[in-house]
């Protein structure tokens, strides 16, 4: 490709990558292109000229608006952008870990996970860790969270979610369901017996997540074959949120439902 083709007119500027996408939204004048980014006229007017002469952009009665190339050019150049920006930005928790639980329909919507950030708990804080994680938890109106993994803790903090009348869906390996069966029928019993829980079954999957109103939390094994505890990936806008629903229905969809032990 020739280094001054389109691409190169998009990548090799965050200005006129910027102009691009202020343009997506409306035409804009001269005076307001300038205002939007606080430059003078010399400043902005060469990038100007050269998404013209790159036939992305174009100016009728005093507006600039992207021409039909230039509209098609912000629609699939965004979301390439955001997937670059989301591997990128947690590149190695991306790199470290096994990505064979995450469903390639969801792997393929990466760019939804672009605010995230990879939490890392410390020995010495872990308290405090655990201690905002249920903060977070308990003020939340929903909570979805499968777990391939058995921790002591798990099932009276799930019977506690029940009792707060939080409507909640757990999905667990059947490893994890037998030990929960056999050291923590009590509790498993009474979470079953209220209308707004629901507890499944999944076959295998080395992945661990809690997907919430407020947060989705994502957890994966390394390529190795062992958990890791310490390196979450966390997200709290909408589009992390929605891309936390749809791994649980996913999950939920292809799990067998247990409504008795």
């Known amino acids: 490709m020739k280094s001054n083709g389109l691409l190169s007119i998009l990548t090799f500027s965050e200005k006129r990558k910027d102009i691009l996408f202020l343009l997506q ?46 509209k098609v050019s912000a629609i699939y150049y965004k979301p390439f952008l955001d997937t670059l920006t989301a591997i990128e930005s947690n590149e190695d928790f991306w790199r470290d870990h096994d990505l064979v639980a995450i469903p390639d329909m969801l792997l ?32 939340s109106t929903q909570f979805m969270g499968f777990s391939s993994i058995f921790l002591p803790s798990h ?60 947060f989705l939390s994502l957890s994966l094994f390394f390529k190795n074959g062992t958990f890791d505890p310490r390196n979450d990936l966390i997200g709290f806008d909408s589009s992390s949120i929605k891309w936390g629903e749809d791994l649980s229905k996913y999950y939920k969809e292809n799990s067998i439902e247990i409504k008795n032990l």
């Open 155 to 214: 099932p009276p903090m799930f019977l506690e979610l029940a009792r707060h009348n939080i409507p909640i869906s757990i999905i667990v390996t059947p490893n994890v369901f037998f030990k929960i069966k056999s050291e923590h029928s009590a509790e498993i019993e009474e979470f079953l017996k209220y209308k707004h829980t629901s507890f499944h079954v999944y076959d295998n999957a080395k992945i661990a997540f809690v997907v919430t109103d407020r």
């Open 108 to 139: 393929n919507r990466i760019q939804e996970l672009k605010d995230c950030m990879v939490v890392r708990d410390e020995h010495e804080h872990i308290y405090d860790t655990h201690k905002a994680f249920m903060e977070n938890v308990l003020s």
């Open 25 to 70: 939204e409306n035409p804009r004048t001269l005076s307001e292109i300038k205002d939007y980014f606080d430059v003078r006229s010399p400043e902005i007017l060469p990038r100007l000229k050269e998404m013209e002469t790159a036939n992305l952009i174009v100016r009728q009665e005093g507006m600039y608006q992207l021409t039909s190339l230039g």
